[in-house]
């Protein structure tokens, strides 16, 4: 175990924790996961959400080990664990928010606090427990991220809640906040710089690529393709860059070559030369026995 990991776990849990307590709770707003399950049954039965959380979390704690190991399952029972704590203790601590009963304000705050939160536990390879575990069960079976996924079954919860409670004013906003909360989730964990590569198939590749190299400092590979109608070999581009700079890119091929056929596919997380440097794997260590 690493001491920041678990510092930047605790982080989370308490952001996480403090937006649920002092602005879901309070503003009767819902929740996505196993959480929205936890303020289903506050909301009905009034049991405290930080028992129901602990009594959730057991068994799918028990699933993560078996998916992942120790590692995670020691992450993960911090996590979970430090949410009930922390929940515990703010609810021994009055604290009112006043937002002059603006429910967007409070919608995204809590996406802001929930996405920051949640993005700091997944990224030091621990979960809150609950659906989080589930969203981490999925995510290398599906194309979807891990706030895509996140998205997916919170949204089904959310869909039961509008069931049992019949609100769809506060079911409208929580599912905003929840989508915040998605895209925080995604920026934290994919890292902080992201943005767009292009495919580019032009006859004039020679003098794009020059020209990319000149005049936006961007390194360009070049792959050797072939027309399937024609049967003649092409040179196809291949750049990433910025956001800032996607439109300069796209004018410069333009001004090049206007019948150049060019994709723009997203870039979630950009490392190596020009963006963020190389990524180095932590050392392994010997599990205690």
Not at 36 to 49: M, S
Not at 88 to 97: D, N, V
């Amino acid at each position: 175990m690493h001491l920041n990991k678990i510092l930047q776990i605790l982080v989370g849990t308490a952001l996480f924790s403090f937006a649920l307590q002092y602005l879901v709770i309070p503003y009767q707003l819902f929740e996505g996961g196993a959480t929205g399950i936890t303020l289903i049954v506050y909301y009905l039965l009034k049991i405290p959400v930080w028992l129901t959380n602990i009594l959730i979390n057991a068994p799918l704690l028990y699933l993560g080990r078996k998916a992942f190991g120790n590692s995670f399952l020691i992450y993960s029972i911090i996590g979970s664990l430090s949410v009930s704590g922390w929940l515990l203790l703010f609810e021994k601590i009055p604290l009112s928010i006043q937002v002059s009963n603006d429910l967007l304000i409070v919608s995204v705050l809590t996406g802001i606090l929930f996405g920051l939160g949640l993005g700091l536990v997944f990224r030091a390879g621990g979960t809150t427990g609950g659906s989080d575990i589930v969203a981490r069960l999925l995510e290398n079976r599906t194309p979807l991220s891990l706030g895509q996924l996140m998205f997916a079954l919170d949204f089904s919860v959310l869909a039961l809640e509008l069931i049992v409670f019949q609100n769809l004013r506060l079911i409208t906003y929580t599912l905003l906040f929840v989508f915040i909360t998605s895209r925080v989730i995604d920026l934290i964990t994919e890292g902080g710089y992201a943005g767009r590569g292009f495919i580019i198939v032009s006859k004039e590749s020679k003098q794009i690529a020059q020209a990319i190299s000149s005049e936006l400092n961007r390194g360009v590979t070049v792959l050797q393709g072939q027309g399937y109608y024609s049967q003649e070999p092409i040179d196809v581009l291949y750049c990433v860059v910025s956001r800032s700079e996607i439109q300069e890119m796209k004018a410069l091929i333009h001004r090049l070559d206007p019948r150049a056929f060019t994709t723009i596919t997203e870039a979630h997380e950009i490392i190596g030369e020009g963006f963020l440097e190389t990524f180095q794997p932590e050392p392994k260590h010997e599990t205690a026995r």
